[in-house]
Each structure stands twice: as C-alpha cells, then as structure tokens.
C-alpha cells in the first residue's frame, strides 16, 4: 500500500477527492426556508365587492297623450324645482275627413241633435206627471185627515210621487246624456286637419314631481311621441344609496345593520355605511371568465357626514367592504404558513435549527391571514411556504436575501 501511495501519489489524491466530493453532495442538507413570527394584531373579515351609488328616489316623467313634443332646454344636472314646466307636447292633430266621413258626422251630429230634443220633451212630460201627482197629493192630504178616504188611497198617491219625480229625475239625466252626445259629435266634425280650428290645439304642460336634478334626457329633440314614452328622469342626488351585488354564498353571510367601508370612490379617506336591505331575489350574472354565477344585491346608506360624499353622484363607481367579524388582539399566523394534517391544520415551527411539526386549531381566515385558537404561542417562528423538503425533524436554514 505504502508502495502504491509512493509510485502514484497523485491518482491516490485524485482518488480521495473524488471520495470527498461524493460524501459531501450525497450528504442531508438542511432545507432553505423562510420564517414568520407568529403575532397579536387586529383581525378583520370582510366581503370586498365592487358597487354603484344610486339615487334614491329617481322619477321617469313619461308622455301622458300622443302629440309632437317641443325641444327640450335642460340638460343634464340642471336644477328643477317642484310643479316647474319642464317642455310641453302638443295633441295630435285630428284626422282629415274624407267627404263620407264628413256625411256620417254630419249625420250624428242631427241625430244626437233630435235625440236631445226628445229627452227634453220626455224630460217636460215628465215634470208635468210630477206635478200632477203632488198637486193630487196635496188634494187628498185633507180629505187623508178627515177620514173621507181609506189609507190606502192616500199611500198610493204618495206612490205615484214617487215613481213620478224617479222618472223626472232620470229624464233630466237623459237631458245631460244627449247634450254630452250632441257636443261630443259636434266636436268630431269641428276639429279636423283640415280646418283652421285644428291649429289652435291647447298644449299640455310637462311639469316635475319633485325638486332635484335633471339625470336623464331621454327625448331632446322636437318629434312625435306616444303615451308612455320617456321623455326625462329627475330625481334628488343629495339622496344616495349604494347597491353592491355578491354572490349568494356571500349574501347569506350579510346581515341588515351590518358595517360596511366604501373606498377607491375619488376621496382620500373611506365612506362608512350599513347595510339596509339584502334582497330576497337573486339574479344570473355572467362573470368575467364566462362563469355563470348566483348574484343578490346589498342595499346600504351612508353614514359618514353628506359633506363628505357630496361631491358623489348618481351611478358612480365604489368597493365595498363587508365586515363580517373584527377583534382588536388576535394570535394569527400568514395563511401561507398553514397546510392541512389529517382532519385539521397544522404549521411547521422553529426548534434549534428543526423543522417541527405542530398540530393548531384554526378560527377566523381573511385569506391572508388566520386566526389561532391554540397550538402555537405569540412570538414563536413558524415556516412560512413550507415546502415538500420540509419534514418533522428535518434541519432546517433561514434563507438569506443579498441586498
């Protein structure tokens, strides 16, 4: 061997070397890891979703007849008060007589014309059996006190009386009813396009409900329009709610007086607001990924001073905070430091340059951080991202970023 070391001391050396490098790569490394210290902080859970504000009360003013709508001057954000005249459309005017239509109006007109004249003189004869039966009443009354007539004589008197100024009464209806007839067809042959009358037609005044602000001009130029058409929206931007909608899973979570924080709305500071309505109806949305998704919407109110959001208006972007659950001193943990063991949640804690394995009872997540109930205390290490090199009991290393 000594010969061997003397005749090739260099392969001899070669040979060691190689040995060396061999035990020292196949030589257990501690794993590079990354620690975290477990601590007492305030823990917030929240539903975070994007959302409007709204007006309140928001008021469609629509076309009450069919006519020409005239320009409307008012833009939108204009000021309005109460009862103001907002535009005016004009009636349509009525159609041009053909001569047999004007023949049949004609001809109503005569004949409301001699039905009128024959309710009036069933009106007179009708007046005239009044008076015959109260002067007959009046002439037996006496004769009723006397005991010259029997009771039924006179009750029957009193009968006809009645019957009698029933009749009169309905005749004078009829009266009204003709009259109504009458003008009603006068007004057909009257008012035609082809008369000068038609130029003349009254224009029927558009006034607002309320005061607040023009929001919508739905028909800015003069033109026709027909009954029930939008013509414009006014309501009172100084009344605003925020509607937000999550999904139905969140929903259920959300209580009516629950705390809610509306921020990236513009202002340097977040709104506060609670929630006043969740509604009872959820709707289809499609999501960005073109998921199908279950959505409800959150009704909320501002809480924070109007000075503060005044500068807010109607359909104006805001992100919603929903505080589910807040405590000030809570033992939480990185959510990335946590992984599943068994039926629970376990982390991986520091213990003289090992990795050990330690079983904790998880409370409440936000998604970045969690909530210890027991299992580790305040101040202790803990891996954070531990990775599959990582086992219980294995050396471990802090790793160590180069500035």
């Known amino acids: 061997m000594r010969t061997m070391l003397q005749k090739h001391p260099v392969i001899i050396l070669f040979v060691v070397l190689i040995l060396g490098l061999l035990i020292w790569g196949f030589w257990p490394q501690p ?19 994007e959302g409007r504000t709204r007006v309140i009360d928001r008021y469609v003013i629509s076309a009450p007849v069919d006519g020409v709508a005239c320009r409307v001057e008012l833009n939108v954000g204009d000021p309005v008060e109460q009862h103001q005249d907002l535009l005016g459309i004009t009636p349509l005017a009525s159609q ?9 109006a004609e001809a109503r007109v005569a004949a409301a014309g001699s039905a009128l004249d024959a309710s009036k003189e069933q009106a007179r004869a009708a007046a005239a059996a009044e008076k015959l039966a109260n002067n007959e009443l009046k002439r037996l009354a006496p004769l009723m ?6 009771h039924e004589t006179f009750e029957q008197a009193e009968t006809r009386l009645q019957t009698s100024t029933a009749v009169r009464r309905s005749a004078d209806f009829n009266v009204e009813v003709a009259r109504y007839e009458l003008e009603a067809a006068r007004t057909a042959l009257r008012y035609s396009a082809a008369t000068s009358d038609s130029a003349t037609a009254e224009r029927v005044p558009i006034r607002s409900p309320v005061s607040g602000r023009i929001l ?25 709610e925020i509607e937000v909608d999550v999904l139905s899973a969140d929903a259920v979570k959300i209580k009516p007086g629950m ?8 202002g340097e500071h977040p709104l506060e607001g609670t929630v006043r309505i969740i509604e009872p109806v959820g709707f289809t949305k499609i999501s960005a990924l073109g998921v199908e998704e279950q959505r409800v919407l959150i009704i909320s109110d ?12 109607d359909s104006y972007r805001v ?5 589910l659950w807040h405590q000030e ?50 101040g202790e290490a803990v891996i954070n991202h531990p990775s599959d090199e990582v086992e219980d009991g294995k050396r471990v290393t802090v790793r160590t970023l180069k500035p």
């Open 302 to 313: 501002f809480t924070s001073p109007a000075e503060q959001w005044q500068r807010l208006g």
């Open 319 to 323: 992100e919603a905070r929903f505080i």
């Open 259 to 266: 705390k809610v924080l509306l921020e990236r709305w513009g």
């Open 216 to 240: 919508k001009v739905a028909h800015e130029c003069e033109g026709p329009v027909r009954t029930g058409d939008p013509l414009l929206e006014v309501g009172d931007p100084s009344a605003l």
């Open 96 to 104: 041009v007589l053909d001569p047999r239509r004007r023949a049949e």
């Open 31 to 49: 794993a590079l890891i990354e620690t975290v210290a477990v601590r007492r902080a305030p823990l917030t859970i929240t539903i975070e979703e």
């Open 145 to 150: 006190a006397k005991g010259v007539i029997s």
């Open 329 to 378: 001193d809570v033992l939480q943990v990185p959510a990335s430091s946590l992984f599943r063991y068994k039926n629970g949640w376990a982390v991986f804690a520091m213990e003289n340059h090992r990795a050990r394995l330690q079983v904790v009872k998880v409370g409440q997540r936000n998604g970045l951080v969690a909530q210890i109930i027991e299992g580790v205390t305040a």
